[in-house]
């Protein structure tokens, strides 16, 4: 069965400093992963995805996520935290063949001026 | 201006009242998908569909219905029977079903 772990409710950084929200996948097959964000009371964005090529993914508002397979995870990543990327983050996996997408439960993130 | 829509962003409804929300894209997207966004909990997956005319259960399907008649529209109805209906619901679509998906705004409902 396919499943995502997300172990950090939320993570708290200062502006300026890097930030990394944790994800670890299990799955059949090869991964398809993926990062979104929410803001209160909206809808999921898109941030980036991995499917196969490079391990470091680089996606939208310059944040970039690494695929490790030994360890099974795909960190999501930013060099430099600025207080608007304080919000939800889900990550999200799913397997070859036809499989549903299987959502984590969230990580807040907070980022302090 | 491409994207999903979903209305209205807000429903309020009695106890025993059948409900459907609304879900439009003009992405031309061929899947489409609704969850329930419960605190602390992520997304579940209600019902999909890979084609019009088409749609498959996913992990919480009972006491929701969903139609696909049109490639664009992707109505839930939220029937009587869903024991705990009040929640947060977010309509998505793809290019395929192997695609990323892209959500809608999202529905609150509220069943007193």
């Known amino acids: 069965a396919q499943s995502v772990a997300q172990p950090e409710d939320q993570v708290n950084v200062a502006e300026g400093n890097p930030l990394t929200v944790k994800c670890t996948y299990s799955?059949?097959?090869?991964?398809?992963l993926f990062w979104y964000v929410q803001y209160p009371n909206r809808g999921l964005q898109f941030l980036l995805k991995y499917i196969t090529g490079d391990n470091l993914v680089k996606g939208s508002y310059g944040f970039e996520a690494e695929f490790n397979k030994s360890q099974t995870s795909f960190h999501l990543k930013k060099p430099s935290a600025l207080v608007s990327d304080s919000a939800l983050y889900f990550c999200a996996v799913r397997g070859t063949g036809f499989q549903k997408l299987v959502f984590g439960t969230g990580t807040r993130l907070l980022v302090s001026p | 201006d491409g994207g999903i829509t979903q209305s209205p962003k807000y429903l309020f409804r009695k106890e025993g009242q059948n409900v459907t929300l609304s879900c439009e894209q003009n992405l031309n997207h061929d899947a489409m998908y609704w969850y329930r966004q419960d605190p602390g909990q992520g997304l579940r997956l209600i019902y999909y569909?890979?084609?019009?005319?088409?749609?498959q259960k996913g992990d919480i399907a009972e006491g929701y219905s969903v139609s696909r008649e049109k490639k664009e529209s992707f109505p839930l109805t939220v029937t009587s029977a869903q024991k705990n209906p009040t929640a947060f619901y977010l309509c998505?679509?793809?290019?395929?079903?192997?695609?990323?998906?892209?959500f809608g705004p999202g529905t609150r409902l509220t069943v007193t």
């Open positions: 799955v059949s097959g090869n991964p398809y």
């Open positions: 998505a679509s793809s290019v395929d079903r192997g695609k990323e998906q892209y």
């Open positions: 569909s890979q084609i019009v005319n088409d749609f």
